[in-house]
């Protein structure tokens, strides 16, 4: 039987290292591609699937192949100069994109990624702001047991033993103190006695009152008594969740073109998915309306059509009546999410209805106004003519929150989001698919400094 001796293994770990830096690379490509990932229509379109495909650009699946092909070559003695491009696909690169190439392009691979983890990436450290403990209806979210009272009374198994050790030292330098004051003796002779009368006290002034001690040096040893023992108790531990209701709030009236709707359900498909993963006990509400509002359930919410016009204000009221009589602001953490491309036919009444819902100390009201580049022939003609009338004479409903909120504004991606952290309500413009990523983000942020 032949016997492998080796001195260094350190090859062995080689394969491991070489799939974990695969493994990282795929990763940060997920992380540069999640922007086109989460605007995927697959995504939102497949009901129930757990599994995104995303394609990573720039990573090759290399595999060994026996013999030597024609195409191979050895070292070469040609012109090239350092710095000169020979890979033909990066030739390839360089053509006029308009004209049809004759030669491969970039190599890339698909790779399939759980939403979970797409999740994870996305909304790392990200969380709903302004969060607060209600005083009602919490929840008590068992978390195991724990071990945080001492007794003097338990069962041995559970005795602490750092505690009764602190006890007994404590109650030794008690009697060293006694014995001190008793006799009159030094500190090494009270400690002397103690440990020949095995902690004893009356012993112990006895023996050094009759010069009976025995000339041995102290050993420092600790005696215990039934009093010094402590237990440690067993208790259920707990957090204490308070309740969080969401208002996914999205306008589904004729404006709304297909490329609308999907970029809005786009953005609350993520953030509800988003919601139901982090916090356990968050109530998803979904609204949708026309020129005039209704809670649906999540179905009809992401993957039925509506049409008809547009009163934005119905929403606003709905979400208004639910507070009232369902989720009252001193038992529940309220957070409001609507979509709209902006076009209102009654926009001062809708600020009313804003204006009602933020006296009532919610927690924060987020309006994200869907704005593409389409022409009035994508609404038919009856539509385009209404659309033209609101565009004309009303104005886009962001208008109305710029004019009433002391806004900051920051700018990412070619689009603009605006923040008033006094009255709690965030606001910002989707352009296209890259922008839902940083307007999610833009939502979502645990600390109210941020």
Known sequence: MAIIVHDDWSLSEKGRKDAERHRQKIDKAIRENVRDAIADSSIITKRGEKIVRIPV??????????????????????????????????????????????????????????IDYLLQIMFEDLGLPWIEEKTKA???????????????????????????????????????????????????????????????????????????????????????????????QIEEDVEIHSNAVVFAMMDSSGSMTQNKKYLARSMLFWLTEFLKKKYEFVEIVFIIHTTHAERVDEDHFFYKGESGGTFCYTAFEKVNYLIETEFPVDEWNIYSVYISDGEDFDPDRTMEEVDIMLRKNINMLAYTEINLDENLEDYGPFG??????????????????????????????????????NKRVLACIIKNKNHVYPALKHMLFERAST
């Not at 191979?72 to 308009?98: H, S």
């Not at 002397?192 to 040893?221: F, M, R, S, W, Y």
């Open 57 to 114: 650009k720039g990573l090759r699946d290399y595999r060994f192949i026996y013999g030597i092909g024609k195409g191979g070559g050895g070292a070469g003695q040609g012109p090239a100069k350092p710095g000169d491009v020979i890979d033909q696909k990066r030739k390839q690169q360089k053509q006029d994109g308009k004209k049809a190439g004759n030669r491969p392009g970039i190599d890339f691979m698909e790779t399939e990624v759980d």
């Open 384 to 421: 385009a003519m209404q659309l033209a009338s609101a565009i004309g004479y009303q104005g886009g409903l962001m208008n109305y929150f710029k004019k009433k909120f002391n806004f900051s504004e920051t700018k990412e991606e070619g689009t603009v989001f605006y923040k008033d952290p």
């Open 138 to 232: 919490q929840q008590l979210i068992p978390k195991g047991w724990k071990f945080e009272s001492i007794t003097k009374k338990g069962a041995f198994s559970r005795i602490h033993k750092l505690r009764t050790l602190k006890e007994a030292i404590a109650r030794t330098n008690i009697f060293v103190k006694d014995i001190i004051e008793e006799t009159g003796c030094t500190e090494e002779t009270a400690y002397a006695g103690l440990e020949q009368a095995e902690g004893d006290l009356e012993i112990a002034i006895h023996l050094i009152k009759t010069n009976t001690l025995v000339d041995i040096p102290p050993t420092g040893g600790v005696y215990f008594e039934d009093d010094d023992l402590r237990y440690k």
